[in-house]
């Protein structure tokens, strides 16, 4: 016990306040983004923005893109013109974008806006874990980051927590809590100390240039290329988790049963989580794998500290594929749940030994450059997880087109969805047509259309990054030994 404790004695005041800082930008972040999916899609008269699923996956799969990929050139940035200065920009842009945010109605308006907080976090991200790195040693990295990343989990559990309580007063108090919350982190910047860094004496575009080139360098070694795609499919997997499961179980799944069960066994609970018509909102249920993550990584690195970062990896990516899949496969919530922590299990199995294994690979002349390609899979995995969640699930089983289909096939005319006919006024009308209730309608479609069939993309595109890497394993990595 005295030899952690002497541990956590040599990490200094800086490394402390960046993962404070870290916490609260997660915090502000997860707070709206876990509910994102459905502010851009659900009914006007709910306070949120009602656009269509493809609208909805152009605006979270690029922007968050964006997001991951223009770190590259904000670390130069930050770099060049020292980390406090950049925190200062990132957070004012963060707190400019989430006020502004509640106000951007349109699809055009409100991609803008997100656009510009994702240079936000672009500015924010690579600081923090440069900070991380530069405080820690070789004795103390491997706590330092696991510290790091549990702080990541930690906000990202509790942000949304927050955040939906706020969200029952309305939509627009979630985007000033972001706000509220992102701004804490300035008074963090007084006692924050700028680790050394070497002032660079060369002209700002010739070292985007020199970035640039050697990105193409670390690309010119095909083996590298073929792991980055592969791990880029796991990534369009797993963003599932913010861009489509919430929306699938607002859209598809009864809570009230799960309502019910926990009223009855923690009734103080319910009142935190539940809603007045006797359900929970879905971002609750998502938000569980956070949990998850904070109650079991420990245990799952434990079990597979000594694996291979591939076999790791296979395993996750399968594991994860599998919970994902599953918790689309029914519209059961307690299902759902147990199918969730399957796939945290996989998360935590898979998700970290990706950079470890970056890491390894690469020449020891060019570790720094390979561990910055880190990003581009996760870049290309949200563009590709923004047209899964949009134009695929929209087709396949968003419960909007799938009932204007349904009407249209049996000759009912309603009219089109706009600020004076909404989402909820067609659910109603196509109650009244069908001499529904709302509950019979919801299973209406689904029996008929069976739109969590849409597990089964998933189901492929995780199961073949596992066996893609598989294949990667046995045929280029081990026949070139």
């Known amino acids: 016990m005295s030899n952690k404790v002497s541990v956590f004695k040599k990490f200094p005041r800086t490394f402390w306040i960046a993962n404070s800082m870290e916490l609260f930008e997660?915090?502000?972040?997860?707070?709206f983004y876990m509910l994102l999916a459905n502010y851009l899609t659900k009914s006007t008269d709910v306070g949120a923005l009602g656009l269509s699923q493809e609208e909805k996956g152009l605006i979270m799969g690029i922007g968050t893109a964006i997001l991951y990929f223009l770190p590259i050139i904000t670390g130069a940035i930050a770099d060049r013109y020292g980390?406090?200065?950049i925190l200062f920009s990132a957070f004012i842009i963060y707190a400019v974008g989430f006020l502004i945010m509640p106000h951007c109605k349109s699809f055009a308006s409100f991609f803008s806006i997100f656009l510009f907080v994702a240079i936000g976090g672009a500015l924010f991200k690579p600081i923090i874990t440069a900070t991380i790195s530069k405080t820690t040693d070789d004795t103390t990295s491997s706590i330092g980051f696991g510290i790091y990343y549990w702080m990541v989990n930690v906000g990202a559990f509790i942000g949304p927590i927050v955040a939906l309580q706020f969200s029952k007063i309305s939509y627009t108090t979630v985007f000033y809590l972001s706000a509220i919350f992102i701004l804490i982190n300035i008074p963090f910047l007084f006692f924050y100390k700028e680790p050394e860094r070497k002032p660079s004496e060369v002209p700002f575009w010739k070292s985007m240039r020199m970035i640039f080139r050697n990105i193409g360098v670390a690309l010119s070694d095909y083996k590298f290329i073929i792991f980055l795609l592969i791990v880029a499919g796991f990534w369009s997997m797993y963003y599932q988790l913010f861009y489509t499961l919430p929306v699938f179980i607002d859209q598809w799944v009864d809570t009230h049963s799960l309502y019910n069960l926990i009223e009855k066994v923690w009734p103080?609970?319910?009142e935190k989580i539940g809603s007045p018509d006797g359900t929970i909102a879905a971002e609750y249920i998502t938000n569980i794998d956070a949990m998850y993550i904070i109650m079991f990584q420990?245990?799952?690195?434990?079990?597979?500290?000594?694996w291979k970062p591939l076999t790791s990896m296979m395993t996750g990516f399968f594991v994860c594929s599998i919970g994902?899949?599953?918790?689309?496969f029914t519209n059961?919530?307690?299902f759902i749940i147990a199918s969730i922590f399957i796939f945290a299990v996989g998360e935590m199995s898979g998700s970290p030994k990706i950079t470890e294994y970056i890491g390894k690979i690469a020449p020891k002349d060019k570790i720094a450059l390979y561990m910055g390609m880190s990003f581009l899979p996760v870049t290309l995995g949200n563009l590709l997880a923004g047209y899964i969640s949009g134009g695929v699930y929209g087709r396949m089983s968003d419960k909007v087109t799938l009932l204007q289909n349904d009407l249209a096939s049996k000759g009912l005319s309603v009219p089109e969805i706009s600020n004076t006919f909404t989402q909820t006024d067609l659910y109603n009308k196509a109650g009244e047509?069908?001499?529904m209730t709302q509950t019979e309608l919801t299973n209406y479609l689904w029996t008929s259309y069976n739109p969590g069939r849409i597990w089964v993309v998933l189901l492929g595109i995780g199961i073949g990054a596992s066996f893609l890497l598989f294949l990667y394993d046995r045929f280029l990595i081990r026949k070139a030994k």
Request: glycine residues 4%.
């Open 298 to 306: 420990i245990i799952v690195s434990t079990i597979i500290m000594k």
């Open 26 to 31: 997660r915090w502000a972040w997860y707070g």
């Open 324 to 328: 994902m899949s599953l918790t689309l």
């Open 433 to 435: 047509l069908l001499n």
């Open 268 to 270: 103080w609970l319910i």
């Open 83 to 85: 980390y406090k200065k």
């Open 332 to 334: 059961n919530p307690f």
